[in-house]
């Protein structure tokens, strides 16, 4: 007996749920050679608003867990990403070795991010000589809520972005390009021990998205990896200096290369406490 | 349905049998006619132009409320001068709603203002005392100079049966109320079916009340999108049967400009505009004010505002 195929339906992800966009949209995804993949939903500037206050409300339970914590879970999360490599192998697409490499790569960049939660602070902080009876401490605290825009290509970079905003305690609204690999991630977050609202997966058009979220006044953080567009990333910077926000620009990142800390050290902030000696 | 009502409502009081055979005459509402209406009205898009009127209008509705046992005069003080000044360019709101033991504190706060100072009384919010302890709770809130007062009926009484009592009751408050109006809550949330929000929204109407609300915000469900569309139809058919207009005010659970848009399309699609004003519907509430002030920003610069960027209340 033949069985009735049973597709997926690829939504977003939002506040560690899975519905369809506010505005009802979808989109057609291609495949390289043009045939029909999907629909995925496009997300709208309501879904990545909602995004953002979901971003917001897991922000102090998410920074507020123990730094250990947290690595235990970015390590879970490669454990549950390392049980459906061939799913995400068959998804990423492209040659099948080439593919399959990339997947294990991506699960050593999520255990290698896991292993710095804990380190961070002791590479990033210091304890500052000054000149008096103080103890003098600067620790590295996370920004808040970080809006990145993911590289449409390959997976290992959308892991390469949205790991290090996540290891030091921010929460995150990831503006994926390539849908369907980036949804089946968020199924991956959803069964992980990550907090609802932690990272949140929008599908859809970018020049669509960013301008919203790098004006947005509730956003800390800005990450332009992935915009493939000069003027809309030009735009972006100049509207997130209304509230500061910290930026990365859009680079072209070899991201099979070891990450260094840049990408965790960015979305930072630096806290000095001053504290009397012999108290 | 007013046919039946046509006779005089003075009568009807005359005893509890009296009130309930005019209680219970009242048609049933269909509940799943009212769920539908009120979820249709609700899928209304309201955008542009008309949302910013809307925010305006709502915001001039709202009765800015706190009503927590850790309450201070600080406090008060900080809500007052907010519901004067909203934010830039927004009109002030409606009124403050404390308890009575602080209404004088508002009352220096806001006077001259416009701003309109209720307190809540009768044993807020259970109403499990004596009718003379109510009196007197009504009576302090009048002396310290409140403009409204916001009573809660006997639940007890009226889910028994005891209709008679209830409306005594408000006779009575209302009488200690003076030139203050009187707002009845019904606490729907506790009265079970759509035919007693009803029932005691007539009651309530027939008693004096001036206005009629929802719900105390202590109790879940509070104001519902249904049950303030039965409470606007019986202002509608209270008018029409009287002459007399009786406001409503929803209290409780509307925290989003969406629910507050949402109600003012019920207003205007159940008893017009002559009800779209703040002296004839009001919100009762204490987060909405932030989401409203929020959307008015997103409206007029384009930008995404954060909570941090409004005052905590």
Known sequence: MTRLSVRKTYKLYIGGAFPRSESGRSYVVASSKGEFVANAARASRKDARDAVSAARKAFAGWSGATPYNRGQILYRVAEMLEGRRAQFAEEIGGGKKAAAEQVDAAVDRLVWYAGWSDKIASVHGSANPVAGPYFNLSTPEPSGVVAVVAPSDPFLGLISVIAPVIVTGNTCVVVCSSPMAAITFGEVLATSDLPGGVVNLLTGFQKELVPGLAAHMDVNGLDLTGVDDPELALKAEQDAAENLKRVIRPVAEDWTAEPGLERMTRFLETKTVWHPVGI | ?313
């Open chain 2, 1 to 313: 349905m007013v046919s039946t009502v046509t006779t005089s409502l003075a009568d009807v009081a005359s005893s509890n049998a009296a009130l309930r055979a005019f209680l219970h005459g009242l048609p049933g509402v269909d509940r799943v006619g009212a769920d539908q209406r009120a979820a249709m009205l609700g899928t209304r898009s309201i955008k542009t132009t008309a949302k910013a009127q809307a925010i305006d209008l709502a915001i001039s509705m709202v009765d800015l409320t706190t009503l927590e046992g850790a309450d201070t005069p600080g406090k008060v003080r900080a809500m007052s001068t907010k519901a004067m000044h909203p934010g830039e360019g927004a009109p002030r709101v409606a009124a403050v709603c404390v308890y009575p033991d602080l209404v004088h504190v508002a009352v220096e706060t806001l006077k001259g203002s416009g701003v309109k100072v209720a307190s809540v009384s009768t044993a807020f919010p259970s109403g499990r005392s004596s009718l003379e302890v109510k009196v007197s709770d009504t009576a302090l809130a009048v002396a310290a100079g409140a403009d409204e007062i916001d009573m809660v009926i006997d639940r007890g009484a009226f889910l028994s049966g005891d209709y008679l009592k209830v409306y005594e009751e408000i006779v009575a408050v209302k009488a200690a109320c003076g030139d203050a109006h009187l707002k009845v809550i019904l606490e729907t949330g506790e009265l079970a079916t759509y035919d007693n929000v009803r029932r005691a929204s007539w009651l309530a109407m027939i008693a004096g009340g001036d206005f009629i609300k929802t719900s105390t915000g202590k109790v879940q469900p509070a104001a519902t999108l249904p049950v303030t569309l039965i409470m606007l139809e019986a202002v509608r058919d209270f008018r029409a049967t009287t002459g007399t207009q009786i406001g409503v005010k929803p209290a409780g659970g509307i925290r989003t400009t969406k629910d507050a848009i949402k109600m003012l399309v019920l207003v205007n699609e159940t008893v017009g505009d002559d009800w779209l004003s703040p002296d004839w519907f009001r919100l009762g509430a204490s987060t909405l004010l932030n989401d409203l002030l929020m959307q008015r920003q997103k409206l007029t610069t384009g930008r995404y505002a954060g909570p941090d960027y409004f005052t905590l209340d």
